[in-house]
Structure formats: structure tokens, C-alpha cells
């Protein structure tokens, strides 16, 4: 948790745009679902805010694989292939060992900032279960 604290600290300004374009996202996917999908009733504002957090939480997952190593694999694979394909230099990783460790040491200077698509995903499912309370509990929805 302090390695996440002092991130946090060092690269605010990252996280703070992280944050502003997930925002900017989600509200565009909610719009694109309840004004182009679904009619504009209280069910598409449920769907819309759902599917914006659904996409953002997805988001948040992927990043969060790739950060881990989970497609160090295939990214290697594809950079062999290229750089030899069209590449005028030689090769610059002999093996899949210098090159993860390269990337892990990348990875260990890079900022958590990714966590900001988990934060505001949590956003729109708030908001997702405050829009069915309402939609269940008041007689005007049902």
C-alpha cells in the first residue's frame, strides 16, 4: 500500500488526467447508450451507466494483466517478428529473459495510475445501484 501512497504522490498529475479522461469516457459511452441504443426512458439511463462502468472495469482488468506480465509473451513474439521482418538493426533482445527483465524494471519506475479506470468504474456502479434502488422503490418507475 505505501508503494501505491507514494505513486500517488510522484505522479498526481497523472492520475488526476487518468481520472478526467475515464470520466470523459464513461459519460460519452452512457450518452452513446441512452441516446443512440436504447429509448430515453430511466431503464436506458440504468443500462447506459452500467455499460460505462462494465467497459471501464474491463479496461481496468486488461491494463492491469498487461501490467503483470500476462502478454509479455506474445509482445515479445511480435517484436522478434517485426524487428526482423522490417527492422534495419539486429535484433535487440537475444532471449525472453533480458527482455522481461527489461520490462519489469520499467514497470517497477511506472505509475499505478491505471487504478483510476478501477476507481471511476466504481463510480458508475454506485451510481448503477442508486439508479435501481430508485427505479424498485419508487411507485412513479414500476
Known sequence: MSKFILSVKKHYKAFIIYGLIDIVIGISIFL??????NV???????DGV???????????IFVWLSRNGAF???????????SSMFGKKANKYNDFAGYKENKNTKREAAS??????LFVSLLFFIAFAVLEIIYHTVPLFA
Open 40 to 46: 430515453k426512458t430511466f431503464i436506458g439511463a440504468i
Open 112 to 117: 499505478y495510475a491505471y487504478f483510476m479506470h
Open 72 to 82: 509479455d509473451t506474445m509482445s515479445y513474439g511480435f517484436s522478434q517478428l517485426f
Open 50 to 60: 452500467g455499460v460505462a462502468g462494465a467497459i471501464l472495469l474491463a479496461a481496468f
Open 32 to 37: 452513446v447508450f441512452y441516446f443512440a441504443i
